[in-house]
């Protein structure tokens, strides 16, 4: 989701053979939790290297377990809520899809933010 992440990555060379660019913007196990500042920071990564394709983004629909360096464990839930909050942001930044990892995890209530949503 972060192409500033990956460094050594040939972006340009990765850039030229592609025609659309699908990144995974999970803010499940994230330190910043928010889905739409998560995409604004992806959107503006992909332009910063040139890209003027299309972007169809990835979001959350699914529970993780996250791990402390203590050891400690608890279960992370993405909220319709992220959802709801989510999609109007894809739309807004004039993306023309999106889509959500992973289907047969995301249970009632996401799936229903996701269907509610008029795109």
């Not at 992909?46 to 464990?73: C, F, H, M, N």
């Not at 109007?88 to 209530?109: D, M, R, T």
Request: charged share 15%.
């Amino acid at each position: 989701r972060y192409p500033q992440w990956h460094t050594e990555f040939p972006w340009q060379a990765f850039l030229d053979v592609c025609s659309i660019m699908m990144p995974q913007i999970y803010w499940v196990s994230r330190s910043d939790p928010d889905p739409v500042g998560n995409l604004q920071t992806c959107l503006q990564q992909y332009r910063s290297l040139g890209w003027t394709g299309p972007i169809v983004p990835t979001g959350a629909a699914y529970d993780e377990w996250q791990y402390a360096s203590d050891g400690t464990k608890w279960l992370w839930s993405t909220t319709a809520n992220q959802i709801t909050q989510f999609l109007p942001a894809v739309k807004a930044a004039g993306l023309e899809a999106v889509n959500f990892w992973s289907w047969q995890h995301a249970g009632i209530q996401r799936w229903q933010a996701v269907a509610d949503f008029q795109w």
